[in-house]
């Protein structure tokens, strides 16, 4: 099993700039894909970034030049910066972790809200 713990959410003004943290444990693989997603009061839950272990990074068009994925695989931590926040990005974000067809693990959530 993998287990994956989120931090860094939290209340923001728009504008303002929020990083977090999303570290794994438990029986990890060396190629993987690590990422956020995220869920807002009634609507489905939404790829915000991805990072493969080899360096690739994938977003949303929503996000795309505002946030910034990234990995430090020695720490097996993938960060999510995200700045020029609006309040539209106010959701629960989710970490995930990847190895397809045998690995799919999903964090708690942390709560990103930002306030106009």
Same mark, same amino acid.
Request: aromatic fraction near 8%.
């Given at each position: !099993?993998? !287990?994956? *713990?989120?931090?860094?959410?939290?209340?923001?003004?728009?504008?303002?700039?929020?990083?977090?943290?999303?570290?794994?444990?438990?029986?990890?693989?060396?190629?993987?894909?690590?990422? $956020?997603?995220?869920?807002?009061?009634?609507?489905?839950?939404?790829?915000?970034?991805?990072?493969?272990?080899?360096?690739?990074?994938?977003?949303?068009?929503? *996000?795309?030049?505002?946030?910034?994925?990234?990995?430090?695989?020695?720490?097996?931590?993938?960060?999510? !910066?995200?700045?020029?926040?609006?309040?539209?990005?106010?959701?629960?974000?989710?970490?995930?972790?990847?190895?397809?067809?045998?690995?799919?693990? $999903?964090?708690?959530?942390? !709560?990103?809200?930002?306030?106009?």
């Amino acid at each position: !099993q993998v !287990q994956l *713990v989120e931090s860094g959410g939290g209340l923001v003004q728009a504008g303002g700039s929020l990083r977090l943290s999303c570290a794994a444990s438990g029986r990890l693989v060396r190629i993987n894909t690590m990422g $956020w997603y995220r869920q807002a009061p009634g609507k489905q839950r939404e790829l915000v970034a991805t990072a493969t272990s080899g360096g690739s990074t994938n977003y949303a068009d929503s *996000v795309k030049g505002r946030f910034t994925i990234s990995r430090d695989n020695a720490k097996n931590t993938v960060y999510l !910066q995200m700045n020029s926040l609006k309040p539209e990005d106010t959701a629960v974000y989710y970490c995930r972790y990847i190895v397809l067809a045998e690995i799919n693990a $999903w964090g708690q959530g942390t !709560q990103v809200t930002v306030s106009s």
